[in-house]
């Protein structure tokens, strides 16, 4: 454990569970787990050979203690708590560094992945946001984002803020897309593993190419047939084919 901080964590959902296991694994300590939903609580404690106690509790052994709670009780929270020498991060793309209120030391530590409690993963290479006011706070999360292997990256709350929201497109709206998908092959009596090449080639050529440089389809062709021919196979599953209209009119204006 030499020259690494002793951590503790309030929340067990998703993030918490992500993050203390892959730090654990990492050799780090954590001293404590505190949650207001108990059983996950205590089973994230185990998880990590920690204990399960009170956020005030936490603070008196942690020299950093990441707040993995949802947005909107973030300040709520970081304002009960007591003013303290612990760096006090915060994991959110949406929520501001000042959220975090006047506590000596604040931070922000952002994985721009998709975490899911009880699931082990590699931060390798993961770009994660950081944010502080303080250069050795700064310095500290460095640190931590280089101890999992994680690609580090500086910038302000409205620069991560533009990212999460780029990022629900990316992930949310893209898996919205596939379940539409999923819909139609389900409606037709096809397996939608015959998709799964085509998924992988778009993933492929990412790699190599901007996004903007691959559209292909009939939208950016403006192949009215096609598309007239697609919405009319949509007319019974109304919610589809207003998707369908409204992400072909996006890709026919942005190709214009």
Known sequence: MKNKPALAFIGSGNAAWSLATAFRAAGYEITGVASRNVKTGKSLAKQVNSVFTTPENL????????????????????????????????????????????????????????????????????????????????????????????????????????????????????????????????????????????????????KTHRPSESQTGPAKRNDTAILNKHLSLLKEMPEHHKLYKVMSAFIRNRYA
């Open 59 to 206: 603070l008196e052994n942690a020299e950093v203690c990441f707040i993995c709670v949802q947005d909107r009780y973030i300040k709520e929270l970081a304002t009960a708590l007591s003013q303290t020498p612990s760096l006090l991060v915060h994991c959110s793309g949406s929520a501001a560094l000042k959220e975090l209120g006047n506590h000596l030391q604040t931070g922000v530590f952002y994985p721009v992945i998709s975490m899911r409690s009880g699931r082990k993963l590699s931060f390798k290479e993961i770009p994660v946001c950081i944010e502080s006011e303080s250069t050795a706070s700064l310095k500290t999360l460095k640190q931590l984002g280089k101890s999992l292997d994680a690609k580090v990256v500086v910038m302000n709350s409205l620069q991560r803020q533009q990212l999460h929201l780029a990022a629900v497109f990316v992930n949310n709206f893209s898996n919205a897309c596939f379940t539409a998908a999923e819909d139609i092959t389900d409606q037709a009596g096809l397996n939608f593993s015959l998709l799964k090449p085509l998924l992988q080639e778009s993933l492929q050529l990412m």
